[in-house]
């Protein structure tokens, strides 16, 4: 199984409408996790940390489900804008700097 | 404050070539790393450096150097270029605190012919 697995999509939805997707880790002692945005092989920009309580960043909402090993993020009223590759990422050990990586799931907002 | 500075942005190099990837960070961060994202795939570790003298190898290390002189700089050496070489290379860098995120360079843009 791997540490960090994403369903790749794509999403593809109209402007307007709300989309959400999961991410699963394997490790259950895993701490800290985060949503990246990467744009047509960009470098990966930081979207949101991802806290026990869940949190919200305007249109974007993250959750975390410890008992299950998952994150989510959701969109609302979509823009164009949106479309990109959104990157899971999880620092599974506590002693280790190294972050692992899903493989990102493709949204597409259509007009 | 430039964050993570990479250099070049772009490259192409011919088979048997060698050649250096600058990263440079102005953050003070003691985490850097490389990562090689191909077409389809996820982004994968080749090295990584938990501070100045200290380096590791990641998930795909083989073919390519590394060392860390100094909390600034980490530069990534390809010895003899291979056309499986050619990628994008991003270098990120984190604090050591937990909840630390990465922070990427704009990418090199590599090319084996």
């Known amino acids: 199984r791997k540490e960090v697995e994403q369903d790749p999509g794509p999403f593809n939805v109209p402007e307007g409408a709300t989309v959400a997707f999961n991410c699963t880790y394997s490790?259950?002692?895993?701490?800290?996790f985060f949503w990246y945005r990467q744009d047509c092989r960009k470098e990966p920009k930081l979207l949101m940390s991802v806290y026990s309580s869940g949190n919200e960043d305007g249109r974007f909402t993250a959750q975390l489900n410890r008992a299950s090993q998952y994150i989510s993020l959701l969109i609302r009223d979509s823009k164009l804008s949106d479309s990109a590759t959104y990157l899971c990422?999880?620092?599974?050990?506590?002693?280790?700097?190294?972050?692992?990586f899903g493989a990102g799931t493709t949204v597409t907002v259509r007009a | 404050n430039a964050g993570v500075t990479q250099t070049p942005k772009f490259q192409v190099l011919k088979t048997g070539q060698s050649m250096t990837l600058q990263c440079a960070q102005d953050?003070?961060?003691?985490?850097m790393s490389w990562y090689r994202q191909d077409p389809g795939m996820g982004l994968r570790l080749i090295h990584y450096s938990v501070g100045a003298g200290i380096t590791d190898q990641g998930e795909v290390p083989n073919g390519y150097n590394v060392s860390r002189s100094t909390t600034e700089d980490f530069p990534l050496r390809l010895l003899s270029a291979a056309p499986s070489q050619t990628s994008v290379y991003f270098c990120a860098v984190r604090d050591r605190a937990l909840a630390s995120p990465l922070h990427f360079g704009n990418g090199t843009r590599l090319t084996v012919t």
């Open positions: 490790n259950s002692a895993s701490q800290s």
């Open positions: 990422v999880v620092n599974q050990n506590i002693n280790d700097y190294k972050l692992s």
């Open positions: 953050m003070n961060h003691e985490y």
